[in-house]
């Protein structure tokens, strides 16, 4: 049995890249077809046994805690209606799952984000979804699939995905020795490297599975690029104690933070019918 139960969803930043959509709307709450980001995120959790949902949220992000309860006006209005299934999907996720909610006050990176959410977690290992990398699998989801990994290695799992050259300035990136087939043992990272010092195209996705020491280091981690607190700082702490497995996952993610990245995703999504 594994020991993760919980999954942490930091979904505080700003989604500058889609203003003005986000201004008064969270980015996690942008639809691929008919489902909010954030649903698919949660089905992937679910998917990998977990249900108790941990959401970092911030100001105007009100409309994710609104997705996940229940809303009393609209069951009533549709009830006996050949339209009440569409809420089927919902409606099963509110049955199975616990949701709890904190507030990034400011956005200080992904790593404070984490941190905020360490009162939601408690002493346990945990998963991490970055919703807006929105990943579509043929057999089980990519968190089952590193939840697998981490029953072996019993450390923390970072997904990563080859990813071209000229865009991995946009990563953390990994280094690492190859100890099965995809499975890397990793040695180092870098966050947003410029392509002509980056040491390997191994990125680092929204997907980790994470041991609670990580809060820890995060407290102990000062501001780095940006003057953000980086995840990947206090993952290469881990990292340099050798327990840090990078793992490239099977399927296909979709970096919905962009523009170009969401519209494909839709257009996949459209023509494979997942929204279902
Ligand atoms: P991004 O780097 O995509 O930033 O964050 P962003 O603010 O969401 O989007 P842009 O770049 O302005 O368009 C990666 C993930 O980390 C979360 C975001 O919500 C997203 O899921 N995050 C980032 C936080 O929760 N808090 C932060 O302070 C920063």
Do not use: W
């Amino acid at each position: 049995m594994t020991a993760i139960s919980k999954c942490l969803f930091p979904a505080a930043g700003y989604g500058t890249r889609f203003l003005p959509a986000t201004k008064a709307m969270p980015k996690e709450m942008l639809p691929i077809v008919t489902k909010p980001l954030i649903q698919y995120g949660v089905e992937e959790a679910m998917d990998a046994g977990i249900t108790g949902m941990a959401i970092v949220t911030g100001r105007g992000k009100r409309a994710i805690e609104d997705h996940f309860d229940i809303s009393y006006e609209l069951e009533h209005q549709i009830a006996g209606s050949d339209q009440e299934s569409l809420l089927d999907g919902t409606r099963h996720i509110r049955d199975k799952c616990r949701f709890s909610y904190t507030r990034q006050a400011e956005m200080k990176g992904l790593g404070h984000a984490i941190l905020m959410g360490q009162s939601l977690i408690g002493n346990n290992p945990f998963a991490v979804i970055l919703a807006d990398d929105y990943c579509v699998t043929e057999g089980p989801g990519v968190l089952a699939q590193m939840i697998r990994l981490y029953d072996q290695y019993r450390c923390t799992i970072v997904a990563i995905e080859e990813v071209p050259m000229e865009e991995i300035s946009r990563y953390g990136v990994i280094e690492g020795e190859e100890a099965e087939e995809g499975i890397f043992r990793v040695s180092n990272m870098v966050e947003k490297p410029s392509p002509d010092s980056a040491s390997s195209n191994l990125a680092i996705i929204g997907r980790y599975i994470l041991t609670p020491d990580i809060f820890q280091i995060l407290e102990n981690t000062a501001p780095g690029k940006s003057g953000e607190i980086q995840l990947t700082d206090a993952l290469l702490t881990q990292a340099h104690a050798g327990n840090v497995i990078g793992y490239k996952f099977d399927g296909r993610r979709f970096d919905c933070g962009s523009i170009d990245g969401f519209i494909e995703a839709t257009n996949h999504t459209y023509k494979s019918r997942n929204y279902e």
